[in-house]
């Protein structure tokens, strides 16, 4: 494990290797920053996930809406509306489809149960899939396009839900993937390698651990923060795994005592990951 940024997020989230441009991009959520290597980008609401459109174009989710950011100039322009309606919730965790959909999780501000839900915005179409949630977080699908995977955070539970071949919307109800109540951990952000294995930030665990498509767990990989937030794998060959963090809800004390904490990991690993897929804009 290393450095591989050395920024402490409040809340770093939703790492995205564009396979394009061959850079890490992530967000401080709470900051309302987005970051690469070499540039920060500065918005006036929170901004949590993202997905890329072609080389110089990125889709992100906001508090209230999707928009296209162009990675050049900065320039944001609106998209679709996402709860503009509920100045109480914000987008949180989210990924692009093998269709080319936005899957966004949205939820309260301050935490509150039952505000959050979990949608697809797909062709122009924002479809509210699951709700209510408190916490969607572990948003990600299997190589072989059979599958999507989903949390609500507090629960301690990840969902497994079939998907139409055709079209990738959800068929039937979702199953149970992994349950994690007896251990009482916490499954925040979530990816899947090219052999279908879910690599899995654990929040306040100091890990990310790996899970096998039976939901038995590999191994776990420590980290120097408490709170892992989210893995993506990227670089050259796909291997490399990163790993963002976070400080939010520690005192100054445990912050002093996790130098640190909030900052953006990486791993070399052995496996190969998914390239992330390309948002189908219109």
Not at 9 to 25: I, Q, T, V, Y
Not at 54 to 61: G, Q
Not at 70 to 85: F, M, Q, R, Y
Not at 160 to 188: R, V
Request: aromatic content about 12%.
């Amino acid at each position: 494990m290393t450095i591989y940024n050395e920024t402490r997020c409040e809340l770093g989230e939703g790492p995205l290797w564009h396979p394009k441009r061959k850079d890490l991009f992530w967000f401080d959520i709470l900051g309302q920053k987005l970051y690469s290597a070499d540039q920060t980008y500065f918005f006036d609401e929170i901004v949590s996930a993202a997905g890329w459109v072609d080389h110089d174009t990125l889709v992100i989710a906001t508090e209230t809406s999707f928009k296209i950011l162009d990675l050049n100039t900065g320039h944001t322009t609106h998209l679709h509306d996402l709860e503009a309606d509920k100045p109480g919730t914000r987008s949180n965790d989210g990924r692009i489809d093998p269709w080319g959909g936005f899957w966004i999780g949205t939820m309260g501000k301050t935490g509150a149960p039952d505000t959050g839900a979990i949608y697809r915005f797909y062709k122009g179409e924002l479809r509210q899939l699951y709700a209510p949630i408190k916490c969607p977080n572990s948003i990600c699908f299997s190589p072989d396009r059979q599958w999507a995977y989903f949390s609500d955070t507090t629960t301690q539970v990840v969902q497994k839900q079939a998907l139409n071949e055709s079209d990738g919307w959800p068929l039937g109800d979702p199953d149970t993937y992994l349950d994690l109540t007896s251990l009482k951990q916490n499954p925040d952000g979530a990816v899947i390698d090219s052999d279908g294995n879910m690599w899995l930030a654990l929040w306040g665990t100091s890990c990310v651990s790996c899970f096998n498509p039976q939901g038995e767990r590999l191994f776990s990989l420590p980290f120097p923060a408490s709170q892992t937030s989210c893995p993506a794998f990227g670089g050259p060959a796909f291997s490399t795994l990163f790993v963002t963090s976070a400080l939010e809800g520690m005192s100054q004390v445990a912050r002093d005592l996790e130098p640190d904490g909030g900052k953006t990991f990486l791993v070399e690993t052995d496996v190969q990951g998914q390239q992330e897929h390309q948002f189908l804009l219109g």
